[in-house]
């Protein structure tokens, strides 16, 4: 079907077009509101200001499309292809991505504001300047994504896949990153005050600078982790956390609860851990150089091989 039939037709009342192969068609600052293209080819398609707002897209090929500033409020792009194609500015308020395929896909400056995006793969996806307020995002694929400097703060990311992800100044407060992927990812300057973290994993991310206050991380994993010049304060950090072979120099964990941690050969130095608690915690052979653990509680902890050198005990002294 062309472009000139599918108009007219539309234009008579026909919202169905489903099934149909579409491919490289040009539907460019179209109203076709509402319409049924399930299933059909749409790949190498240009869309662009198309207004398309509550279509049925449901299982569209939609691959190297481009849809740049379309209109998409509440269309329904359940299991889509949309891997590689061009979404910039694109409107997707409310609308279904469930288990769609937008891999590689150009998202920069789009709205998903209460969006679905569960299961939905965006490995290796723009995301830059992109609104994600409200949008379900539990068990989406985010790896190698961009997101940096998004606003996530509230957003559902349980069981989220953010391996190798740039997260750099993103805004996390608040979120759910229950058993989350973020390891190999980029944390630079994040803000996860208040965030819900048990069970995620950060192995070998890097969080310099990144505010962890408040957060939650039960089980957390942060094995091989860059974790200098950040914040834990007032954090809890219960149930046996992993900081094994950690960076955590400059970090500031003041008050921090470190019971039975495993901090062993981990990179102290410099570390703010006054009024911390770290009883039956294991710090063996961890450098603790110039470190502050003023009123710090370190009851039954493994201590053996510490470098403690001018760091300021319990006590207040400075060991030689």
């Avoid at 600052?29 to 200001?49: F, I, Q």
């Avoid at 569209?60 to 910039?88: I, M, Q």
């Avoid at 973020?182 to 994040?190: G, M, P, T, V």
């Avoid at 009123?295 to 001018?310: D, G, K, M, P």
Wanted: glycine share 6%; aromatic share 4%.
């Amino acid at each position: 079907m062309d472009v000139e039939a599918l108009i007219w037709q539309y234009g008579q009342g026909n919202r169905d077009f489903s099934r149909l192969d579409l491919q490289r068609i040009e539907l460019i600052t179209e109203k076709l509101t509402e319409v049924n293209l399930s299933r059909s080819a749409l790949d190498w398609a240009n869309l662009s200001g198309t207004d398309l707002s509550g279509a049925n897209l449901n299982r569209v090929e939609l691959a190297y499309a481009r849809l740049l500033s379309a209109k998409l409020t509440n269309a329904d792009l359940t299991g889509a292809n949309l891997s590689h194609a061009d979404l910039s500015w694109v409107d997707l308020e409310n609308a279904s991505l469930v288990s769609a395929d937008l891999s590689g896909a150009n998202l920069k400056q789009v709205n998903l504001s209460d969006a679905d995006l569960r299961s939905a793969n965006l490995q290796g996806a723009n995301l830059s300047g992109a609104i994600l307020s409200g949008a379900k995002l539990n068990r989406v694929d985010l790896s190698e994504a961009n997101l940096s400097e998004v606003d996530l703060s509230g957003a559902n990311l349980s069981r989220a896949d953010l391996s190798g992800a740039d997260l750099r100044e993103v805004d996390l407060t608040n979120a759910n990153l229950y058993k989350a992927d973020i390891s190999d990812s980029k944390l630079h300057n994040i803000d996860l005050q208040e965030a819900f973290l048990q069970g995620a994993n950060f192995s070998r991310a890097n969080l310099k600078g990144a505010n962890l206050s408040g957060a939650v991380l039960r089980e957390v994993n942060l094995n091989l982790v860059a974790l200098s010049e950040f914040n834990l304060r007032a954090i809890t950090l219960a149930s046996e956390i992993d900081l094994s072979a950690a960076n955590l120099q400059k970090a500031n964990l003041k008050g921090a609860i470190l019971r039975h941690a495993n901090l062993g050969y981990g990179l102290l130095s410099r570390t703010l851990l006054n009024d911390s608690v770290l009883r039956g915690a294991n710090l063996i052979d961890a450098s603790l150089q110039g470190g502050d653990f003023r009123n710090a509680n370190f009851r039954n902890s493994n201590i053996s091989n510490i470098n403690l050198t001018e760091a300021t005990m319990p006590d207040g002294s400075i060991h030689p």
